[in-house]
C-alpha cells in the first residue's frame, strides 16, 4: 500500500447545492478561518501550512476541516502538501453576493483596527 | 422595590461601534436565530413569546441574549413583555449590504425547500 494512503483519509466535500448557509456563517464566524478564507480570496490556491496565522497544527487542522465541509473550500493532496481554494464559483452561485458582503465587512473591520492601532 | 425591577436584570447592548463581525456571523449561524432576524427584518418590533420558532423558553431566552449581544436586535421592556426589534440602522452602518445579503441567502434557501418538499 502506498505511504500517502494509509497516512491520509479521502478528502470529501460537499456538493454546491448541498452547501448550507447555516455552516458557512458558521465556519467564518472565526478570526482563523476568517484569515485563511481572505488570503484564498486574493490567490488562486496555497499549501495549508503557509497561511498568516498563529495557532497550533491541530488547531489548524480543525479550522480546515470546517471550511472544507462547510463547502467554502476546496482541498487537494499535491505529493506530501495539501492545498487548498475557495470555492468562489459554487459559493457564488450558491449565495450571490454573500462572500463579498462578509469579507468586505472583514477587511473593512481590518482597516479600523490599523488606524485605531 | 417594584415587582419588574427585581425580577429582570439590565438588558445591555453594545455600542454601533462595538459591534463585532464574528459575534454577528455566528449569531446568524443558527435556524432559530436566523427565523428571529428574518422576521424582525419585516416588522419593526415585536413580543419574544409571539416568534414563529419551536424551541423550549429557555432555549429562546438563550438565543435572544446571543441576538442581543451580538448587536443584531435590541430589546426593551414594556409591562410584562421584552419587546425586540432588528438594529438595521446600526449594522447598516456598521456592517453594508451584509445583513441584506445574508437574509437573500436565507431566503433563498427556505424557497428552495419549499419547492423540493
Known amino acids: 500500500m502506498p505511504r500517502s494512503t494509509r497516512r491520509r483519509p479521502a478528502l470529501t466535500h460537499p456538493a ?3 452547501i448550507d448557509l447555516f455552516d458557512v456563517l458558521h465556519a467564518l464566524s472565526d478570526p482563523t478561518r476568517m484569515t485563511i478564507v ?3 480570496r486574493a490567490e488562486a490556491e496555497r499549501p495549508c ?3 498568516p ?3 497550533a497544527p491541530s488547531t489548524l ?3 480546515f476541516k ?3 465541509e462547510s463547502g467554502l473550500i476546496i ?3 499535491e505529493a506530501n502538501r495539501r492545498i487548498s481554494a475557495l470555492r468562489t464559483v459554487d459559493l457564488e452561485h450558491r449565495f450571490p453576493g454573500l462572500l463579498d458582503s462578509v469579507l468586505a465587512a472583514y477587511v473593512r473591520g481590518v482597516e479600523e483596527r490599523a488606524v485605531t492601532a
Chains 1, 2 share one sequence.
Open 16 to 18: 454546491t447545492e448541498d
Open 38 to 40: 481572505s488570503v484564498l
Open 49 to 51: 501550512g503557509t497561511f
Open 53 to 55: 496565522v498563529d495557532v
Open 61 to 63: 487542522s480543525h479550522h
Open 66 to 68: 470546517v471550511l472544507r
Open 75 to 77: 482541498q487537494r493532496e
